[in-house]
């Protein structure tokens, strides 16, 4: 009988390149508008996304979220909605897909989420990622939508006007006493950093300046992971 070769041993296929998908997010109710463009794997969970929106928009993480696919509820227990431990993956969808995310109930603020396109991953690149956005993320706790905008239009208020009036008016007289040799008046001085005070407080209001780098930065350290849980 013929010697029967030993079959060699098969070569195991390589590991498939991860899929990615691209979602656009945008608070609802507001303008201008207040978005960002982030780009995950579609082996993330629900509730990663969830922390990685949290980091992308601006947001601490301290109150309840939920996202509603098909009229289907996902997020936080207290709100007894379906578990948000279930891959994007498992969900089927589809490019152009539009679903909503919400966060902080006493507010609310409402997102709308659109998968924009899929993709191979890239080599070399980190996942998540946050490609682009614009417009600053409101404080925490300021009283959702309409409580935002009333603070934002405070820095044109005309009390504003005034404190930068003060501002001015200070540089002058220092200009003014700087050429006469005078001394500069402790009172003006305490009128003015007053004024500034005032001001960084009506900065404040403005909310949270976007940096796609400190984004990045932050999603890089996968803080995300840890905002996915932060709740009280």
């Keep these: 009988m013929p010697k029967r070769t030993p079959s060699e041993p098969k070569t195991p296929d ?16 507001l303008s201008p508008i207040i978005w960002r463009r982030v780009q995950v794997p579609d082996a993330m969970m629900l509730r990663e996304l969830h922390g990685v929106l949290q980091v992308a928009m601006g947001w601490e993480g301290i109150h309840l979220f939920q996202f509603t696919l098909r009229a289907k509820p996902f997020g936080s227990l207290e709100l007894a909605a379906r578990s948000p431990d279930v891959a994007l993956s498992e969900l089927c969808l589809r490019q152009g897909t539009r679903f909503c995310y919400e966060y902080d109930f006493n507010g609310p603020w409402e997102h709308e989420v659109r998968l924009e396109r899929r993709h191979e991953a890239y080599p070399g690149r980190r996942y998540p990622i946050c490609l682009d956005g614009d417009g600053s993320c409101p404080p925490e706790d300021c009283g959702g939508v309409p409580g935002f905008l009333a603070r934002r239009e405070a ?13 001015a008016d200070f540089v002058d007289q220092l200009a003014l006493k700087r050429s006469t040799g005078a001394s500069i008046d402790a009172d003006a001085i305490d009128q003015v950093r007053e004024a500034i005070e005032r001001l960084e407080v009506r900065q404040s209001w403005q909310g949270k300046p976007f940096s796609r780098k400190d984004v990045n930065t932050r999603l890089s350290k996968t803080e995300y992971l840890n905002l996915m849980h932060q709740q009280w």
């Design 14 to 29: 390589p590991s498939p390149t991860p899929k990615i998908l691209q979602f656009k997010v945008w608070l609802i109710g």
């Design 155 to 167: 820095w044109t208020a005309p009390e504003t006007s005034q404190e930068f009036a003060v501002l």
